[in-house]
């Protein structure tokens, strides 16, 4: 390089030094528009704004200065100084130094947005809030697990994995205030409401965070309350005015000889019109004709206690399951008072089965409890029953499979 050229780079640096506050504020007003723009993406979507986007409003604010008020300036004075090295220069300069911390001002205006938002009582934020607000704020943050980390209730039917992959990772925020015990009925409540789920089986540790958590959804239809060997069938027929899902109905048609003919014994379930859901055993199905229309007589019987326990059951978020004490279990010796739940039935080892029994009832090894409570207290109970005897050849050989 030339004294001359040495000389034209020094007097360049100059000029862009000579600049250096007009450099800086630019730089300094990009950085602050680019924070609003993030605090005003994650107020309006609930999530981080792209970088690109905050290079987008960062680098046209001090655009929009450099052509509205820098070149009209320019012009004015010395048209020809628009394409001075210098001016070249100190222009590309600030746009570089604009764009550069774009994403500097995009973290801190986000940082800024999730501890206001949490602050001002947001129910749920994609981010991690601020220890400050944490520590000395009104809010407990509570992260959801990995959708892997989401498992599934026994018993309920299975959560599709594209709800577990919407709600793996959000975080939800909760008053402070909050016991342990509110903090995980309102965390159910949420899940419940805002994914859809029906039920939630959820455990917090002493730092709030989620330690487990499954999930399971309503049982729906009639596969449920169908026992083995047993069709549901829709039928054209017409049944009793005052006939409901339970009563035990005849499907009658008339014969060849014009005579009336009883054609099978069934259940009801549903009616819609002239058309009615029954349930009859598979080899009586067989027999019906999907082209005929059939006369329901109901029959003078009330709908079974089991019918009853059936749709209760179904709309409540208690569940019924099994459990075996095992040898060398905590229950051992215990009652049934102690387990704080409601066993509705007791098999054990040897003997008939105990419906209702005693609340002073002490529980021995292989009795089986038949439990009506909600997933998490039979998840407690079904831990409590561990013991440490091996599981029967049959079910290892299962577990295998």
């Not at 060849?256 to 819609?272: F, H, I, K, Q, Y």
């Not at 326990?309 to 709309?315: K, V």
């Not at 089986?368 to 091996?390: C, K, N, Q, S, Y």
Request: proline share 5%; net charge negative; charged share 25%.
């Amino acid at each position: 390089m030339t004294p001359l050229q040495l000389g034209r780079v020094t007097d360049l640096l100059g000029v862009v030094f000579a600049q250096a506050p007009l450099v800086f504020g630019l730089v300094a007003l990009s950085a602050g528009i680019s924070a609003a723009a993030a605090i005003l993406y994650r107020w309006y979507t609930r999530d981080v704004a792209p970088t690109w986007l905050a290079a987008l409003f960062g680098g046209s604010s001090t655009a929009v200065y450099l052509n509205a008020v820098g070149l009209l300036k320019t012009t004015t004075e010395d048209p020809a100084a628009v394409f001075d090295p210098a001016t070249v220069l100190v222009n590309s300069t600030i746009l570089v130094g604009a764009i550069a911390v774009s994403p500097v001002g995009r973290t801190v205006g986000d940082r800024i947005a999730t501890d206001v938002f949490a602050v001002a009582g947001a129910t749920s934020i994609d981010a991690e809030v601020g220890r400050i607000v944490r520590t000395v704020g009104r809010v407990t943050v509570v992260e959801l697990p990995d959708a892997d980390d989401i498992g599934d209730i026994d018993g309920y039917d299975a959560v599709p994995a594209e709800r577990k992959t919407a709600m793996a990772g959000k975080r939800l925020l909760f008053p402070r205030q909050l016991t342990s015990d509110e903090l995980v009925d309102r965390l159910v409540t949420r899940i419940k409401e805002d994914y859809g789920v029906g039920h939630v089986d959820v455990e917090l540790d002493a730092d709030d965070e989620v330690s487990y958590l499954a999930l399971g959804r309503r049982a729906a239809g009639l596969g449920p309350t169908m026992p083995p060997g047993v069709a549901a069938v829709a039928v054209r027929g017409d049944p009793g005015a005052g006939a409901s899902a339970g009563d035990a109905v005849q499907l009658w048609t008339v014969g060849d000889d014009g005579d009336p003919e009883r054609v099978a014994s069934a259940e009801l379930r549903a009616t819609t019109d002239d058309v009615a859901t029954v349930l009859l055993d598979e080899s009586e199905a067989e027999r019906l004709d999907h082209a005929a229309t059939y006369r329901l007589l109901t029959l003078p019987s009330d709908p079974g206690a089991e019918h009853e326990f059936t749709s209760l059951l179904r709309a409540a978020d208690e569940t019924m399951e099994t459990v075996r004490v095992a040898a060398g279990s905590e229950l051992v010796g215990t009652t049934l008072r102690d387990l704080n739940t409601t066993v509705v039935a007791v098999a054990p080892a040897e003997g008939p089965v105990e419906s209702i029994p005693a609340r002073s009832r002490e529980l021995a090894v292989g009795d089986t409890l038949f439990l009506v409570a909600r997933p998490e207290t039979i998840r407690r109970v079904a831990r409590a029953a561990e013991g440490d005897e091996e599981p029967p050849a049959d079910a290892a050989r299962n577990d295998d499979d």
